[in-house]
């Protein structure tokens, strides 16, 4: 990929925008993972939701213009948060990223490319596979798209496949890229299915155009020991089988009744062995 050598102060090409929460602590890492980037052409913007730790001084380490720090006069919570980073964006794409979460180097540059290439707009999201880290940064395990060459998705296609896995093949929300004026046409965030949000987003986007899978690392994904316990795991399936019954009764994207079931089955055997992982990984927390 080609390097952009030149930066629009006025209208930059993508805006990357970190919603935090007491997040001093991975914040840093975060933020020079979007400085490490070959794609130059980008804005920054941490929005923290009134948060009672140091962010704003992580944030001051970096004199860099293209970075924005904004702080909420009162808490919104996390989707008014989100929301509130999605009204800020400028550029022509849109990338939310979580705060502790990190980009991969180049990946920027690749789906930005992607993007510019498809003139008729008919890729409606471009994501690739990623690392699951845990609080050090060591790797954890990898993920992608099972079976996939790189290239262009089916829109359709990749939400049953997403629903038939029982679970969110396309990544968190630092994994893609999109266009801000889709992001506009499908509005904001919404919580109805609250350990669905990034995947619930994911899906009105396909409902406008195909997915474009990479094959190349976009991003890493920290998990911590916050992230774990049995009743959020009962929590996270309960929400998966109302989100997949939602979406099963929109006819645009075709979900069977097979689809379901495989779906919920799968569901189940996610939430028993993600709770092992994080047992494992997390019995002395620190």
């Known amino acids: 990929m080609n390097?952009?050598?030149?930066?629009?102060?006025?209208?930059?090409?993508?805006?990357?925008?970190?919603?935090?929460?007491?997040?001093?602590?991975?914040?840093?890492?975060?933020?020079?993972?979007?400085?490490?980037?070959?794609?130059?052409?980008?804005?920054?913007?941490i929005v923290d939701d009134a948060s009672p730790d140091d962010t704003a001084a992580v944030v001051a380490r970096y004199d860099d213009p293209r970075i924005r720090f904004v702080a909420n006069a009162t808490n919104l919570g996390p989707q008014g948060?989100?929301?509130?980073?999605?009204?800020?964006?400028?550029?022509?794409?849109?990338?939310?990223?979580?705060?502790d979460d990190l980009l991969a180097t180049g990946s920027l540059a690749e789906h930005v490319a992607v993007l510019e290439a498809d003139a008729k707009g008919e890729i409606a999201l471009v994501f690739g596979s990623r690392l699951i880290i845990d609080h050090d940064g060591r790797v954890v395990f990898r993920r992608g798209l099972p079976r996939s060459a790189a290239g262009r998705i089916d829109?359709?296609?990749?939400?049953?496949?997403?629903?038939?896995?029982?679970?969110?093949?396309?990544g968190e929300?630092?994994?893609?890229?999109?266009?801000?004026?889709?992001?506009?046409?499908?509005?904001?965030?919404?919580?109805?299915?609250?350990?669905?949000?990034?995947?619930?987003?994911?899906?009105?986007?396909?409902?406008?155009?195909?997915?474009?899978?990479t094959g190349h690392r976009s991003s890493s994904f920290r998990i911590s020991p916050g992230s774990w316990s049995v009743?959020?795991?009962?929590?996270?399936?309960?929400?998966?089988?109302?989100?997949?019954?939602?979406?099963?009764?929109?006819?645009?994207?075709?979900?069977?009744?097979?689809?379901?079931?495989?779906?919920?089955?799968?569901?189940?055997?996610?939430t028993f062995g993600r709770a092992v992982i994080y047992r494992a990984l997390f019995r002395h927390p620190r």
């Open 231 to 270: 009743a959020l795991g009962q929590k996270q399936l309960a929400d998966f089988n109302g989100f997949v019954r939602k979406y099963a009764a929109d006819s645009r994207y075709g979900i069977t009744r097979a689809d379901r079931w495989l779906g919920f089955t799968k569901a189940r055997v996610n």
């Open 3 to 45: 390097e952009v050598a030149s930066i629009d102060p006025g209208q930059p090409l993508v805006s990357i925008c970190i919603p935090s929460y007491r997040g001093a602590a991975y914040l840093g890492a975060t933020i020079e993972s979007v400085l490490a980037q070959s794609h130059a052409n980008w804005e920054l913007r």
């Open 173 to 213: 929300p630092g994994n893609g890229l999109m266009r801000r004026s889709l992001a506009e046409r499908i509005g904001t965030y919404s919580t109805e299915h609250p350990y669905l949000v990034d995947l619930d987003y994911w899906f009105r986007a396909l409902a406008c155009g195909d997915g474009y899978y």
């Open 81 to 99: 948060n989100w929301n509130r980073c999605l009204a800020l964006a400028r550029g022509k794409y849109y990338k939310l990223l979580p705060q």
């Open 155 to 170: 829109g359709r296609r990749l939400v049953r496949r997403c629903v038939r896995a029982g679970t969110n093949l396309i």
